[in-house]
């Protein structure tokens, strides 16, 4: 057997219980970043792998989530001491009702979420370089990117704004 043949069946085998494993003791996101970690891990070290991959793999994915959980202490240290040393804008008493209730909507996000669509729609920052700055890769960014959205969508659909067509039917003008 190919160390190709044999990275493929062990993928098989590890994927949904590493999986599992994972979304029993992390979010979502997290979760996929580990996972993909451990998968990288599996395929530089295919030939140190035991017949019994399964739970090797979970040790590895076991591993990588700690280092992910640091990652995010350190990130979350790193960012309370920014916010001191350069808070952020205060919101101009002027603003428009438009840009309130969308900041507004942002404040009520996760800060993971409120970050990522500040980082593209703020900060004007390519998927790449919001990878870079998250510390996680272009797909993860992207996935984290896309619930962001989502959510940022179904925070903004909570509150009533008088803008727009809200409670205008089909037909009507």
């Known amino acids: 057997m190919t160390e190709a043949d044999r990275l493929e069946a062990v993928m098989h085998e590890v994927v949904e219980p590493v999986r599992r494993y994972l979304a029993r003791r992390t979010d979502s996101a997290t979760a996929d970043d580990v996972l993909s970690e451990t998968l990288v891990v599996l395929w530089r070290r295919i ?3 035991p017949d019994d991959a399964i739970a090797w793999s979970i040790g590895v994915a076991r ?8 990652s995010a202490r350190r990130q979350q240290r790193l960012f309370a001491r920014l916010v001191v040393l350069d808070p952020p804008r205060t919101v101009d008493d ?7 209730y969308i900041r507004d909507a ?4 996760r800060p993971l979420d409120a970050e990522v669509i500040k980082l593209t729609a703020w900060d004007e920052l390519s998927l790449d370089q919001v990878a870079s700055v998250l510390g996680v890769t272009v797909n ?5 990117l ?14 009533e704004h ?9 037909g009507e003008r």
């Open 146 to 159: 896309h619930r962001a959205r989502k959510r940022l969508k179904d925070e903004l659909g909570k509150t």
């Open 94 to 100: 002027h603003a428009d009702d438009d840009t309130t």
């Open 47 to 49: 030939g140190e792998i």
């Open 63 to 70: 591993l990588q989530l700690a280092n992910a959980e640091r």
């Open 140 to 144: 993860a960014a992207t996935i984290r």
């Open 162 to 170: 008088g803008d727009g067509h809200n409670g205008v039917k089909e």
């Open 106 to 109: 942002i404040g009520r996000l």
